[in-house]
């Protein structure tokens, strides 16, 4: 099972700030690494989905990059929508797994 | 519009059973690999089951592998879920959730939730 390994698990930020996010996996990935976006009582929703290719509808100011085992969200500045907990995803083996997660909260 | 909408959630008692659906509009469902995903109160994100387009391959957690079974029907548009000998730490909100197969979750629904408690 590839275990993916998320951090920080909390980052306390401004909105406006620049936020980096990391997700490692215990292997290699390729690129088939997505990351989710999930908050309380809604659908998880897909943000960036092979690495670095934006999901439909999802703002210029989410990006991705990374290949092989180490891969980074960034939002380039935090908008108040923003503030949710953040999920890598891997599909590059079965079974399918999740990080733990790393929560954006508001400073 | 893409719309995924899980029914079939509630209160059942350890060592239950429970049937859960997923009626989806919008899409091209026969050619779509489908996923349930669940969320225990507090935790993160776990996958449970996929199911491919034409529905001849399953796979599934090792933790659900042998009481959890996943089904489509591709006329009526529907995934489901059946789950046997439910275990209390089961209690989650599962998703239905797009892909899985050869592509990630790109669509899901608002889930529902399963209580297993006596």
């Known amino acids: 099972e590839i275990v993916l390994t998320q951090s920080p698990v909390t980052l306390s930020l401004s909105p406006g700030e620049r936020a980096t996010l990391s997700c490692r996996a215990s292997?290699?990935?390729?690129?088939?690494l997505a990351w989710y976006q999930h908050k309380p009582g809604q659908a998880p929703r897909l943000l960036i989905y092979?690495?670095?290719n934006r999901a439909t509808g999802i703002p210029t100011r989410f990006s991705g990059s990374g290949s092989g085992t180490d891969f980074t969200l960034t939002i380039s500045s935090l908008e108040p929508e923003d503030f949710a907990v953040y999920y890598c995803?891997?599909?590059?083996?079965?079974?399918?797994?999740f990080g733990q997660g790393t929560k954006v909260e508001i400073k | 519009e893409v719309q995924l909408l899980e029914s079939g959630g509630g209160l059942v008692q350890p060592g239950g059973s429970r049937r859960l659906s997923c009626a989806a509009s919008?899409?091209?469902?026969?050619?779509?690999?489908m996923t349930w995903v669940r969320q225990v109160p507090g935790k993160g994100l776990e996958w449970v089951s996929t199911?491919?387009?034409?529905?001849?391959?399953?796979f599934y957690a090792d933790s659900v592998k042998g009481r959890f079974t996943i089904s489509r029907d591709n006329f009526k548009n529907t995934v489901s879920l059946q789950m046997n000998s439910l275990r209390t730490e089961e209690t989650a909100v599962y998703y239905c959730?797009?892909?899985?197969?050869?592509?990630?979750?790109?669509?899901w629904g608002q889930g529902i939730l399963v209580t297993v408690s006596s």
């Open positions: 199911i491919s387009g034409f529905g001849g391959e399953t």
């Open positions: 292997q290699s990935l390729s690129n088939y």
């Open positions: 959730a797009r892909g899985g197969h050869f592509s990630h979750f790109d669509y």
């Open positions: 092979d690495a670095s």
């Open positions: 919008g899409f091209t469902f026969w050619n779509s690999a």
């Open positions: 995803q891997q599909r590059t083996s079965w079974p399918r797994t």
